[in-house]
């Protein structure tokens, strides 16, 4: 996997003050999309050992909510195995801090229903960005098609169900 950024106490991609990874890699490719240099999956840094520690520390710092990953697209195939390994390293270590996950495929596709290590995420923003639906006004998304998921509360339902925050 790749990367092109971790921010640190970052207040615009999910609730309270978070971490957030910047993935390579989208094939989605929205017109309008306000991050296109992470398509390139071959784009940014390697994530390696010292990427991965310095996200840990990001993250466990004792006024951060939790971790965001965005990209560039977390659900991209050549990122889901190290999501995976990261979403299952930070709730081992940090178990009351939250996973968000912004993503361009929707809840419903095989893509996001078929991934092992989906109950580790506490909220999924799903959906391409249409610009055409761009709405400033939103919180934590981009266009109005998109959707704040709760995930237990989705898995447990066996459909989506929107994050009442």
């Not at 999924?124 to 709760?150: T, Y």
Request: proline share 7%; with cysteine; net charge negative.
């Amino acid at each position: 996997m790749r990367y092109h950024n971790i921010t640190k106490d970052d207040m615009k991609n999910g609730s309270g003050l978070r971490t957030v990874l910047w993935v390579a890699g989208c094939g989605h490719r929205c017109p309008g999309c306000h991050n296109p240099i992470t398509w390139d999956a071959q784009g940014g840094l390697p994530f390696d050992r010292a990427a991965g520690e310095e996200l840990m520390e990001a993250a466990g710092r004792d006024y951060m909510s939790g971790i965001t990953f965005s990209g560039g697209d977390p659900l991209y195939p050549s990122n889901r195995e190290e999501i995976g390994r990261l979403c299952q390293a930070l709730k081992g270590r940090f178990p009351d801090k939250t996973i968000w996950l912004y993503t361009g495929y929707l809840w419903e596709e095989p893509a996001v229903q078929q991934l092992p290590w989906l109950p580790l995420v506490d909220v999924l923003v799903d959906g391409p960005f249409v610009e055409a639906l761009k709405d400033n006004r939103l919180h934590w998304c981009g266009s109005s098609n998109q959707r704040i998921i709760d995930v237990p509360k989705s898995l447990a339902a066996g459909s989506a169900v929107l994050w009442k925050g």
